[in-house]
Nanobody, 125 residues
């Protein structure tokens, strides 16, 4: 079965950095979308970063150059390097995957079929 496991979430002060990791197992698809989402209490789930087999990396408007998504295909792992974190970045962060290569072209999240359990990021001022 497909399984996604996130790690790297932590508590950090504003201006700090974190690197989130998501390791996938049982995911053999050559066509794919892989993304990071986040959800804060009382707020909608929103896209943070997304990459697919047909599109270059896309970021949410709030990222403003602070985050970088990368992949290590040999390790079946994707990373989200987050720098200059702000209190507004506090949320549960989820990695997601989907065999469709077009998910990054949509702002929605309901169509993504594989999700990790989430890792908490807390940024204090």
């Amino acid at each position: 079965q497909v399984q996604l496991v996130e790690s790297g979430g932590d508590s950090v002060q504003a201006g700090g950095s974190l690197r989130l990791s998501c390791t996938a197992s049982g995911y053999p698809y050559s066509a794919y979308s892989m993304g990071w989402f986040r959800q804060a209490p009382g707020k909608e789930r929103e896209g943070v970063a997304c990459i697919s087999s047909v599109d270059s990396t896309r970021y949410g408007d709030f990222v403003k150059g602070r985050f970088t998504l990368s992949q290590d295909k040999a390790k079946n792992t994707k990373y989200l390097q987050m720098n200059n974190l702000e209190p507004e970045d506090t949320a549960m962060y989820y990695c997601a995957a989907d065999p469709s290569p077009y998910r990054c072209r949509s702002r929605g999240y309901l169509s993504w079929v594989y999700w990790g359990q989430g890792t908490q990021v807390t940024v204090s001022s």
